[in-house]
């Protein structure tokens, strides 16, 4: 029980830290600005954990490849900025070989280091084969002759039969789609923000990732109170940059399951990114290429400069961070 006082405690300390930066602190006249001065790039996956598989290249390498573009572009655009990643090479977070551990050592990492925001860097699958499968159809019938009955009673019969074809099925979901973890409260919810059924799974026989312990249910709540608007902002952000360079867009998608159990376990906004589905062959060509993975990540990068100047910006200059034109239809 100690310990989990200290755990609690921990967190609300981690969490008291960030506020700072947040500007949810109470309302003065001059109240300084919000800054962001730590960002954590979390390329999903990793090692024993190839993530999904396309036909040239697995998860767990290209979100790496990307997020590490990502990094380098950030670093660039803002010098003083710490970036800190929770892996840099094909390997599990820490050099661990259990998935839950890692997950959990991201999030450590995050909250240990007081970042301001944490970006998780994936690709979507879709549950198929990647590329595309065979598949049987029927073209028409033919007559085909049988026999039934037995003995004396045995007759000639012609019955009609399926002609087959086998033929190619395309696996053609494409697109992007930016998760936040599910605002506890109804009314924090914004109506931009699609519910979802698909997305990022992982398996946790042994229950580390609960969601029903004290420390969760605490997270969550401080999560919806202080995290959730700043993460639903960037990942709107992150979305409409991908629109705008053409890309197919789901939107801002929230979920509260063990996929994206990370976002809630770091102590400040974050996002999960999926960057394009690696399970359509032209989506992972591009992703895999040099051309795609500048776009994307510069699309993150543009996505985080309006964020961070929103953020920046005194509330009481009248600029805040755009806002979706209308909610959903
Ligand atoms: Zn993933």
Do not use: C
């Not at 639903?232 to 705008?244: C, D, G, I, R, T």
């Not at 399951?257 to 996002?271: E, R």
């Amino acid at each position: 029980m100690l310990k989990k006082g200290l755990i609690v405690s921990g967190l609300f300390l981690a969490v008291m830290a960030n506020l700072a930066f947040i500007g949810e602190a109470p309302k003065k006249k001059t109240k300084p600005a919000a800054t962001i001065k730590t960002v954590i790039i979390d390329p999903g996956h990793g090692g024993i954990d190839p993530g999904a598989k396309g036909l040239i290249s697995t998860e767990a390498v290209v979100a790496l490849e990307i997020s590490l573009r990502f990094g380098k572009l950030l670093q660039e655009t803002f010098p003083d900025l710490k970036i800190i990643y929770t892996r840099t090479t094909n390997t599990l977070p820490g050099n661990l070989n259990n998935v839950q551990q890692a997950l959990r050592y991201r999030a450590d990492l995050a909250n240990k280091s007081k970042a301001d925001l944490f970006i998780s860097i994936h690709l979507n699958a879709t549950g198929q084969k990647a590329g595309g499968w065979y598949a049987k159809r029927i073209i028409g019938h033919k007559p085909k002759v049988v026999y039934v009955g037995k003995g004396k009673r045995r007759k000639k019969k012609t019955i009609t039969e399926p002609i087959y074809e086998s033929y190619w099925v395309e696996n053609k979901r494409v697109g992007t789609e930016t998760y936040v973890w599910a605002a506890d409260r109804t009314d924090e919810k914004q109506d931009f923000i699609e519910e979802t059924e698909t997305g990022e799974n992982v398996e946790d026989t042994l229950n580390v990732l609960d969601l029903n312990s004290p420390e969760a249910k605490i997270r969550a709540q401080l999560y919806t109170k202080y995290f959730f608007k700043n993460s639903a902002q960037l990942a709107y952000l992150v979305e409409e940059e991908f629109k705008a360079t053409g890309r197919q867009s789901y939107g801002v998608k929230q979920r509260n399951n063990k996929g994206i159990w990370v976002l809630q376990a770091t102590g400040m906004p974050s996002i999960l990114v999926e960057t394009g589905f690696i399970t359509n062959k032209q989506e992972e060509e591009y992703l895999n290429s040099e051309n795609g993975q500048v776009e994307v990540a510069g699309n993150i990068l543009e996505a985080f400069k309006k964020y961070k100047s929103a953020l920046e910006t005194p509330k009481n200059s009248g600029n805040t961070a755009p806002k979706p034109a209308n909610g959903k239809k």
